[in-house]
């Protein structure tokens, strides 16, 4: 009871002991296999598929991250092996998890965690309004929903918003406003890469219930020019319209995007412009970058 329970990430190590996990036989139609959700994770980039940890047993599993349909965090699944139930791992794991989501939430302003269970698991019922859980609806697929409203801190509140699958007809007036060569039917298709690509990022910025910027970073594996490392963070986009330039919108989604750069694992960021784009030369300037090269390629170290 005493070990400490943590989260590591699922790996080519230790996936092979998750799948080998298994809860009760009467618990096996409340939650999906662990190889399912395993697999369902490569196709979620913004979810995390973690061990639960005691000690340094690996006791239980959970899978977790932002929806790209409603914005909000879910929990998608959380189980403790059978051998290592009813020690109170279950409880200390979903408070580890939503610190997680808590932390991660910084910057981003997501308002809720959302989880569904059977709703004849009273166990888990009860477990989740220990923790807060407010039970809202019925899905449609037969699970009782449940959410939780997440703390905001003055640090958390901020007008970036980060791009989910609701958000395509924004991205799309803004990318016209962008790229004018660009048709409806390409920037629908770039969008749609985009949100299935744990490499790219689409960052609005928020003025009340306006979004009138976006960002599009990526992380590129292959050669940037002036760079030192790899991988290297890259501006693919970023437009702001014209009634909200010189406001430091820009420089607000370049810092929350380096932030999320980071996490990823890049030093650098990159970014390209036409020789003959001087207004665009002077805002690279101006938010840090030095010119790499004539393109004209900047590159900016993240701090």
């Known amino acids: 009871m005493g070990e400490i329970i943590s989260l590591q990430p699922i790996t080519e190590q230790n996936w092979k002991k998750a799948i080998n996990l298994k809860v009760t036989e009467e618990q096996e139609d409340f939650v999906a296999s662990n190889l399912y959700s395993i697999a369902q994770s490569k196709f979620m980039p913004d979810f995390h598929s973690m061990g639960i940890f005691a000690g340094e047993n690996m006791v239980g599993y959970s899978l977790y991250g932002v929806d790209p349909d409603d914005g909000n965090y879910w929990i998608y699944r959380l189980m403790i092996d059978q051998d290592f139930q009813g020690k109170g791992y279950g409880r200390k794991a979903l408070q580890k998890v939503l610190e997680d989501i808590q932390h991660d939430n910084t910057g981003r302003n997501i308002p809720f965690v959302v989880l569904g269970f059977n709703p004849k698991n009273e166990v888990a019922k ?135 750069l980071k996490k990823k694992g890049c030093q650098q960021i990159g970014s390209d412009i036409h020789l003959d784009n001087e207004i665009s030369y002077h805002f690279h300037k101006s938010l840090g970058f030095k010119e790499a090269s004539r393109l004209i390629a900047f590159i900016k170290d993240i701090e």
Do not use: C
């Open 126 to 260: 009860q477990l989740y309004l220990k923790e807060g859980f407010v039970q809202t609806e019925m899905a449609s697929w037969g699970e009782q929903l449940a959410q939780l409203e997440l703390e905001r801190t003055i640090e958390g509140v901020t007008p970036i918003v980060y791009a989910t699958n609701n958000h395509q007809k924004y991205y799309i007036k803004l990318g016209q406003a962008l790229w004018p060569e660009s048709s409806t039917v390409e920037l629908e298709q770039s969008f749609n890469e985009i949100m299935a690509s744990d490499r790219d990022r689409i960052l609005f910025y928020q003025v009340e219930e306006e979004l009138v910027g976006f960002m599009h970073l990526s992380i590129r594996i292959d050669y940037v020019e002036g760079t030192e490392a790899s991988p290297t963070g890259f501006i693919e986009g970023v437009y702001v319209k014209e009634a909200h330039r010189r406001k430091g919108y820009s420089q607000q989604l370049l810092e929350t995007g380096e932030a999320w």
